[in-house]
């Protein structure tokens, strides 16, 4: 049996568990701009959703377009971005706004070269705009989505890295010839990963394609396999430093928006992987660094 005559089957177990199961977020469903879904494709990046959905609707009431956010401060955007981490994703998302509202008058463009060629865009997020915000018939290519197809219909664990020539081949060749079809499979496959197809612990008894599941059926073989790399540590790294830096900065009164260098010295023992941070800190635009020392937020 192939995999388009499989499918269907799947396509309806998964639309019909889409309807009932899928999660109430702000910017599904229609409720949002194109505009507003891009913020929360950027946002979710290596972030759990559940984190995101405060700073999206904080991040929409102030700034609910391309224009209104380009016009922001960079100290503005900082400072909103919070804690969800890897914060240059807020200014790439600022640079993105600015080229929107010059080159498209505020409106995100209909096509893949378009927004592929918007600052701090890739092929995800390209692909999920098309899809969630235009109904256009595209295959959106993830870390769930890749799992899930690569159980249901190979019967093998995905190992994560960067998406495989076979696995976007097996995305395209799955994915519905009809347009809002494709949408309902890529928000239904995505949700399945994020919620029940997960990587290390499955709920494979409330999957609503359990019957139709070549990994289930094969026994999970190599489940939760992970291409080998080093375990990523947090704590002491210069991640933790420069995010120490920045909420400090992010705490600030405006009418007192510079931490003195005492202040900065403060905040890490080593004073050599401190200044180094500080020093990446402000090649990367995030901060301005005073004659004396101190430090602010750019203005």
Do not use: H
């Not at 918007?118 to 692909?127: N, Q």
């Not at 890490?268 to 800190?281: E, F, G, M, R, T």
């Amino acid at each position: 049996m192939t995999d388009i005559q499989r499918n269907e089957p799947i396509r309806r177990s998964l639309a019909a568990w889409w309807d009932a199961n899928a999660r109430d977020l702000p910017w599904r469903f229609g409720r949002t701009t194109p505009w507003g879904v891009l913020v929360s494709e950027v946002m979710s990046q290596q972030t759990q959703m559940s984190r995101v959905v405060p700073y999206w609707e904080t991040w929409m009431r102030v700034w609910p377009d391309a224009a209104a956010l380009a016009d922001a401060t960079t100290a503005e955007v900082i400072t909103a971005w919070g804690r969800l981490g890897y914060p240059r994703r807020a200014l790439r998302l600022q640079e993105c706004a600015r080229v929107v509202r010059d080159r498209y008058v505020d409106e995100l463009p209909r096509t893949y070269d378009e927004l592929i060629g918007l600052p701090g865009i890739g092929d995800y997020t390209a692909s999920a705009v098309l899809s969630f915000a235009f109904g256009v018939r595209v295959a959106v290519i993830d870390t769930n989505i890749r799992r899930v197809l690569s159980r249901v219909f190979l019967g093998v664990e995905s190992r994560g890295g960067a998406a495989t020539p076979s696995e976007r081949a097996l995305a395209n060749r799955v994915l519905p010839e009809d347009a809002t079809r494709s949408v309902t499979w890529n928000q239904s496959v995505m949700e399945l990963g994020a919620t029940v197809c997960t990587a290390k612990n499955p709920l494979c008894d409330d999957c609503p394609v359990r019957e139709d599941c070549a990994f289930l059926a094969a026994g999970r073989p190599g489940l939760g396999e992970r291409r080998t790399r080093p375990r990523q540590r947090f704590a002491g790294t210069d991640r933790q430093v420069r995010g120490l830096v920045l909420n400090a900065l992010r705490g600030l009164p405006a009418d007192a928006p510079v931490l003195p260098r005492a202040d900065v010295e403060a905040l890490w023992a080593d004073q050599v992987q401190l200044d180094q941070c500080v020093a990446s800190l402000d090649e990367d635009g995030l901060i301005e660094i005073l004659p004396d020392g101190g430090v602010r937020l750019p203005r």
